[in-house]
């Protein structure tokens, strides 16, 4: 039961274009919303997240869009630098009394220069 | 500032073996989460601890198990390992009530 879903693996996008990474969810629950960014032999690094009181924050080149009634949120990323070729993970969390996040299975994005 | 950081970052071990796994916690965060990431997938939540209880667990069998210690540290043990067990460990901090959780750089765990 895949609660959070990325559905593309992969994503290659011309540097200095917009890169757009997508999530969907099922549970209704799920309140508040974690993009996190993983190179290879290293841990999850916090991006970006959104309450479900809000349908956008921006923080410099990244922003992330929430659509509640779709369960949909994304990632924009403008202008895409090579650095930002990593494995993005999307992550939801809920008030279930802890704050255990749900992650997708990622997707992988790929700058080209 | 000192971030979240894991001990061993690679471990080998053999079906049947345990295994404890040591995390400390980013300064200031009293809460530490456990993942399990297989290969391909996206981390799978194991176990949260908060004022050395277990507050929340996933979908793990009792063979894992964990600690808190005073100084917010934790641990993760593993009993019986079987092959499936071959993962990444990933330790997270946060603070209670804080939505956002700070990963360590996770311990790679191969069972032969």
């Known amino acids: 039961d895949q609660q959070v879903k990325q559905n593309s693996p992969s994503l290659s996008v011309q540097e200095g274009r917009i890169s757009i990474l997508n999530c969907d969810y099922t549970?209704?629950?799920?309140?508040?919303f974690l993009w996190y960014k993983k190179y290879p032999a290293e841990g999850p690094t916090f991006l970006i997240s959104?309450?479900?009181?809000?349908d956008k924050n921006e923080d410099g080149r990244f922003t992330v869009f929430l659509n509640k009634s779709a369960k949909h949120l994304s990632l924009h990323i403008v202008p895409s630098q090579p650095g930002d070729s990593a494995v993005y993970f999307c992550?939801?969390?809920?008030?279930?009394?802890?704050?255990?996040?749900?992650f997708g299975t990622g997707t992988r994005l790929t700058i080209i220069p | 500032e000192t971030g979240v950081t894991q001990s061993p970052t690679h471990l080998i071990k053999t079906r049947g073996q345990q295994v404890t796994l040591r995390c400390s916690s980013q300064?200031?965060?009293?809460?530490v989460s456990w993942y399990q990431q297989a290969l391909g997938q996206g981390p799978q939540f194991i176990f949260q601890y908060y004022r050395e209880e277990e507050n929340g667990r996933g979908n793990f069998p009792p063979r894992f198990s964990g600690l808190q210690f005073p100084n917010y540290s934790s641990e993760l043990n593993v009993n019986a390992l079987e092959l499936d067990d071959s993962a990444l460990y990933l330790c997270?901090?946060?603070?209670?009530?804080?939505?956002?959780?700070?990963f360590g750089p996770g311990t790679r765990l191969l069972v032969l």
């Open positions: 549970n209704s629950m799920f309140d508040y």
């Open positions: 959104i309450s479900s009181i809000k």
């Open positions: 300064s200031g965060h009293n809460t």
């Open positions: 997270a901090s946060s603070s209670q009530g804080q939505e956002t959780q700070y």
């Open positions: 992550a939801a969390n809920g008030n279930f009394g802890n704050e255990k996040l749900t």
